[in-house]
């Protein structure tokens, strides 16, 4: 089971920015990833994900704010996150698409003034 460690949380200001990672424990060249988040009360949304190919989706609250990208040699994943808004304060987590029986610690996130 590949195994996915989330650091770069911390506490920002309105419109700052910060660059989350996420390191895997071995290759996933072959899957699907996504960084997903979850506010306090609220479900767990995916926020972005990006294809093996390198393509990238993302949720709407977040479009041309957020950035994602994958190192596969590194096996890193990163989201760079712009101009952000109270509304993107949560628990921010890495995972394979689609896998749902695990999930690492997470990182929070906090945008607050």
């Known amino acids: 089971q590949v195994q996915l460690v989330e650091s770069g949380g911390g506490l920002v200001q309105p419109g700052g920015s910060l660059r989350l990672s996420c390191a895997a424990s071995e290759s996933f060249v072959f899957y699907v990833m996504a960084w997903y988040r979850q506010a306090p009360g609220q479900q767990r949304d995916m926020v972005a994900t990006i294809t093996t190919g390198g393509g990238t989706n993302y949720a709407d609250s977040v479009k041309g704010r957020f950035t994602i990208s994958r190192d596969n040699a590194k096996k890193m994943v990163h989201l760079q996150m712009n101009s952000l808004k109270p509304e993107d304060t949560a628990v921010y987590y890495c995972?394979?698409?689609?896998?749902?029986?695990?999930w690492g610690q997470g990182t929070q996130v906090t945008v607050s003034s």
């Open positions: 995972n394979i698409y689609g896998r749902y029986d695990y």
